[in-house]
């Protein structure tokens, strides 16, 4: 028995993590940021590949039985190899979920014009992931995206409230927007980006609907465990969250406090399995 694993590339995941944490406040957490190599999405596959199955190695031996990857350029590039390759080796009975997959199933039902906009990381975008699983649950969706390379940098350094940071971010929502003018419906498929969700509704027409994954994800764990008690007999239940970096500790106390909406005291790790 052991906590929930939730794990992503720097502090985005600490936004699924907060909303999964209000849907099941009694379970543990280990939270684990791999902030020393953030950003993934402009990493090759293989390497985003390799990153994750350290990460994930590394909450497996810390006791976890369940990982969620909140990182959606991780649950893209890596999950489904570490599913189908790494898990059968490493213990069959430990599993690893992605925060696609919930937010696929059901996406399609905010619009009504059909029309989904996706703003995602280069590596999200190029995976054509959210493209293919929206199109096996809701064939009659039409998908945009738009990369936004430069939006992780801007969160992480915490220059997104500046002028030149909004700039960047716009520009991007406008070309996303100029894709399709029957957009109703823009996924925020990056766990980064909850923090810009206010920025982002304030640039897009009123009748658009903005998305973050965060409570769709939670509603997604809840139904996973409920359906599957064998792993939640697994998951050990004191209410407590404990949180790793690969960064400097202060550096992550300080930052993760803001996505978290509390106060957040880490450990120091490194990644070298």
Request: aromatic share 8%; charged share 25%.
């Amino acid at each position: 028995m052991g906590p929930i694993g939730i794990f992503d590339s720097g502090y985005g995941g600490l936004t699924i993590l907060s909303d999964i944490r209000e849907r099941l406040p009694q379970y543990d957490y280990l939270y684990l940021g791999d902030n020393a190599r953030a950003p993934y999405g402009t990493r090759s596959f293989d390497v985003v590949y390799e990153f994750t199955l350290e990460a994930v190695k590394e909450l497996f031996d810390r006791g976890c039985e369940l990982v969620i990857l909140a990182c959606n350029t991780s649950s893209a590039k890596a999950l489904r190899t570490i599913q189908q390759k790494d898990l059968p080796h490493i213990d069959p009975d430990k599993r690893v979920l992605g925060v696609l997959r919930p937010t696929t199933e059901i996406i399609s039902q905010f619009t009504k014009s059909n029309h989904i906009g996706i703003l995602a990381t280069e590596g999200t975008v190029n995976s054509q992931s959210y493209v293919i699983e929206i199109g096996k649950f809701a064939p009659q969706c039409e998908v945009h995206q738009q990369a936004c390379p430069l939006w992780v940098p801007l969160i992480e350094n915490n220059e997104h409230h500046t002028h030149a940071g909004r700039e960047f971010i716009s520009k991007d929502v406008q070309a996303l927007l100029e894709e399709c003018d029957q957009i109703d419906t823009i996924l925020l498929a990056c766990t980064h980006y909850p923090v810009l969700k206010e920025y982002i509704e304030s640039l897009v027409p009123d009748h658009v609907k903005v998305i973050s994954q965060g409570k769709i994800v939670a509603n997604g764990i809840a139904d996973y465990l409920r359906r599957h008690p064998w792993m939640d007999a697994k998951c050990t239940k004191n209410g407590t969250v404990t949180f790793l970096t690969t960064e400097s500790k202060e550096e992550f106390d300080r930052n993760a406090s803001d996505y978290f909406g509390e106060k957040v005291e880490s450990m120091h790790i490194s990644l070298n399995h």
